[in-house]
T-cell receptor
Framework: EAQVTQNPRYLITVTGKKLTVTCSQN?????MSWYRQDPGLGLRQIYY???????DKGDVPEGYKVSRKEKRNFPLILESPSPNQTSLYFC????????????FGEGSRLTVL | KNQVEQSPQSLIILEGKNCTLQ??????????LRWYKQDTGRGPVSLTI?????NTKSNGRYTATLDADTKQSSLHITASQLSDSASYIC????????????FGTGTQLKVEL
């Protein structure tokens, strides 16, 4: 089954404790991206990757890092989480470009205390 | 600045009734417009895609329209069902510059008995 898998789905952590949210897709998609979704603000892009070893900042990259060492994986790293990073996070992938259909993961709800 | 505005912000209708959701955009140069459906606690799923030359496109009980001159799109839901309760997100893609996407904040639809 074609899918984008995120882990963990739910996480409560404390300020400053490094964490990684994994994202994996099995559709051989070139484009992958991370979004955060907050009430009233909609989906905002954090980082995106057009292909392996090619990443770029989205609209709200501060406090986040990403890497794309393999085509299927695109982890999101919070080196020192802060309470303002409490949010619902979505990973998405597209065959070749963001204008194509985005396939989203199920979301990861993160709470930073 | 590219923007996508959706209205209404929220909507409650009775099962079996029709409704229309609106999306106005200022994205330029325009590539395409997608409507996504996001069920509570799930990732968004694409419903339709509209390109510059398309005026109307249907997907079952969902019909999207596009007026590229006025930069408006609508999503019409016919004979609503309880399962239509969700957030509907309008996403507009611009050509060039990494094919950037601009997301609307969504319309929250609730279908009641």
């Amino acid at each position: 089954e074609a899918q984008v898998t995120q882990n963990p789905r739910y996480l409560i952590t404390v300020t400053g404790k490094k964490l990684t949210v994994t994202c994996s897709q099995n559709m051989n998609h070139e484009y992958m991206s991370w979004y955060r979704q907050d009430p009233g603000l909609g989906l905002r892009q954090i980082y995106y990757s057009m292909n392996v070893e090619v990443t770029d900042k989205g609209d709200v990259p501060e406090g986040y890092k990403v890497s794309r060492k393999e085509k299927r994986n695109f982890p999101l790293i919070l080196e020192s989480p802060s309470p303002n990073q409490t949010s619902l996070y979505f990973c998405a992938s597209s065959l070749s470009r963001p204008a194509g259909e985005l396939f989203f993961g199920e979301g990861s709800r993160l709470t930073v205390l | 600045k590219n923007q996508v505005e959706q209205s209404p912000q929220s909507l409650i209708i009775l099962e079996g009734k029709n409704c229309t959701l609106q999306c106005n955009y200022t994205v330029s140069p325009f590539s395409n417009l997608r409507w996504y459906k996001q069920d509570t606690g799930r990732g968004p799923v694409s419903l339709t895609i509209m390109t510059f030359s398309e005026n109307t496109k249907s997907n079952g009980r969902y019909t999207a329209t596009l007026d590229a001159d006025t930069k408006q799109s609508s999503l019409h839901i016919t004979a609503s069902q309880l399962s239509d309760s969700a957030s509907y997100i309008c996403v507009v893609s611009a050509t060039g510059g990494g094919n950037k996407l601009t997301f609307g904040t969504g319309t929250q639809l609730k279908v009641e008995l």
